[in-house]
């Protein structure tokens, strides 16, 4: 993306993480069915789960993109995967029917579960890869506060988002099928299609300086 202000990185991190924490998939199917079964509290463990599994993604992303910084083709190529990738989120969070909470899950603690779920998960690989830490890289370009600006977002909007579904779980069973809910995450879906463009036009821009 363009040079950002730390605002502007604080608002783009705050909408992917409110997308990812708020859209249907396997965390957050494990996030409701261990609230519904054992209570609030193992539903915010398997939320926190993200903390442990993402920094090695995220240091082995940022370590190869640093030895790509000089080869725009790649690059350009990376920023245009992240695009697809944004607007498949984008198309999933509007189009894709919201699943049962009611899936059975192994018999191991509820951290644990998370961890495991979100490991095997290709989301953050894929994330991570072509959106978040070439993001993370030009940010750090300008100064550290401004990539933590961004981490700053996405993390407090993403935990801060599945927490308060598990709180909400844990006093209404009927909260995936809300209309309310449904609206929230089609109107992430569209501003991930707008973040998905901004990354296209970054990626053609890329390819044509070289």
Known sequence: ???????????????????AGFAPGPLLMLVLSETLRHGVRS?????????????????????LLSHLAELQPILGSISLVGGCFLAWMGYENIKRPVPQANAAAPPINSLGKGVLTNMLSPHPYLFWLTVGAPIISRANNQSLAM?????????????????????LAGQSQNLLSSTAYQWVIRCLGGLLFFLAFILFRDGVGLLLAN
């Not at 993306?1 to 997308?19: A, D, K, N, R, Y």
């Not at 915010?44 to 995220?58: C, G």
């Open 1 to 19: 993306m363009t040079e950002q202000s730390s605002f502007q990185l604080l608002l783009i991190g705050s909408v992917m993480g409110l997308s």
């Open 147 to 167: 990539a933590l600006s961004f981490l700053v977002g996405f993390y407090g909007c993403l935990l801060g988002s599945k927490i308060g579904l598990a709180v």
């Open 43 to 63: 539903g915010i463990k398997v939320a926190m789960s993200p903390i442990i599994t993402d920094l090695p993604i995220i240091l082995a992303t940022l370590y």
